[in-house]
């Protein structure tokens, strides 16, 4: 419980039984079966039975041999588990998602409304913008996704009001709305003071004269070229509002 209510945490891809070096070792792991004890222990650590914790795709991986693995695997997850399905959700393993008892849905995106903020949940990552990029962030929607194996959160940020939830953006943990937004938050005065310190710098660039002198600079005909320039103060207005 948080402040007296439940959480709701985010995670994707996790890659139960993937065997494949370029999943577990890429994770800092030896061994799948490392992979595997190592992700439920985290989750389990930090969900609790009474919280709401939805996974963006790609629980778990393996052929028709590891069905059995992968159930007992995903049975011992905490939480109200909502799962969003992703490229290796196959038919299969959705039928077997049903019969998790811990499942209470399933669906190929969602949307929650938190504090305020309003998310959009996929498994890819989604464009949600709309021309609302000097919006404040409860004004936006913002989307959660998985999928690419992104180790920053913010790897498409430039792209749209996009944040990553996999395991691999956040140490193997599933992470908090309360979390993501305080990340956010934190992205958004970033960039805020990025972009006043670069208009001031245009500012002063456009309200101060300069006077460039550059001498003895050889010419493509080998001939010395003197060149003398002089900025002079231009009416900011006409070009900055």
Not at 18 to 44: C, Q, W
Not at 122 to 139: G, V
Not at 196 to 203: G, H, S
Request: net charge negative; proline share 4%.
């Amino acid at each position: 419980m948080e402040g007296g209510r439940d959480i709701i945490y985010i995670s994707s891809d996790l890659h139960l039984n993937h065997d494949k070096p370029f999943i577990y070792a890429a994770r800092g792991y030896s061994s799948v079966e490392e992979m595997n004890k190592d992700l439920i222990t985290k989750f389990n650590n930090t969900v609790t039975d009474e919280d709401e914790v939805y996974i963006l795709g790609d629980l778990c991986l393996g052929g028709a041999d590891s069905l059995i693995d992968n159930f007992k695997m995903l049975s011992q997850l905490n939480g109200n588990i909502h799962i969003i399905l992703g490229n290796h959700c196959t038919e299969t393993r959705r039928k077997m998602y049903e019969t998790l008892p811990q499942v209470v849905s399933i669906s190929y995106a969602d949307m929650i409304h938190y504090r305020k903020y309003h998310f959009y949940l996929s498994h890819y990552p989604t464009l949600t913008a709309n021309l609302d990029n000097d919006k404040p962030l409860r004004a936006r929607t913002i989307n959660l996704c998985g999928h690419s194996h992104a180790t920053d959160p913010f790897a498409d940020w430039e792209k749209g009001c996009i944040y990553h939830c996999e395991v691999d953006a956040h140490n193997g943990f599933p992470v908090s709305l309360d979390t993501i937004i305080e990340d956010m938050k934190r992205r958004v005065q970033e960039d805020e003071a990025r972009y006043a310190k670069q208009l001031a710098a245009i500012k002063k660039c456009f309200d101060e004269p300069f006077d460039v002198a550059m001498t003895s600079i050889t010419t493509s005909i080998g001939e010395p070229l003197n060149v003398s320039m002089k900025k002079h103060p231009i009416l900011k207005e006409t070009y900055i509002n």
